[in-house]
C-alpha cells in the first residue's frame, strides 16, 4: 500500500506567499515524477509543475516565476513553495507520484488534496 498526504494548504491573502507538502509512505522502492495538480471549483484538474527524480523540472506557464517546485528523494517528499498568489489560484493542490513498488510493479498515485485559498 502507498499513500501520499499533503499538508501546508492555508488561507492566504494575494500578493502572499505558502509552501506546500507532500509526503509518499508505504512499499516503495523508487519515486521517478513527483508533482502537483490543482482543481478550481467548476473546472478541471490541471498540471501545475513536475519534479523527477533526477532533478528535471517542468512548470505551467500559469505558475512561472512565482511558484518553485523541489524535492526530497531519501524522505520521499515534494514542496511547493508558491508566492505572488493570486485569487485565480485558489484550488485544491493535490500531489501524484509514479512509484515502483518492492515487487517491481509500477503504479501512479494521488494525495487526498489541500485547500489553497487566496483572497483578501
Known sequence: QVRLVESGGDL???GGSLRLS???SGSIATINTMAWYRQAPGKEREFVASATRGGNKKY???VKGRFTISRDNPRHMIFLEMSSLKPDD????YCKADILS?????????GQGTQVTVSS
Open 60 to 62: 505551467d506557464d500559469s
Open 12 to 14: 492566504v491573502q494575494p
Open 22 to 24: 507532500c509526503a509518499a
Open 102 to 110: 518492492p515487487s517491481n510493479e509500477w503504479g501512479t498515485y494521488w
Open 90 to 93: 485558489t484550488a485544491v493542490y
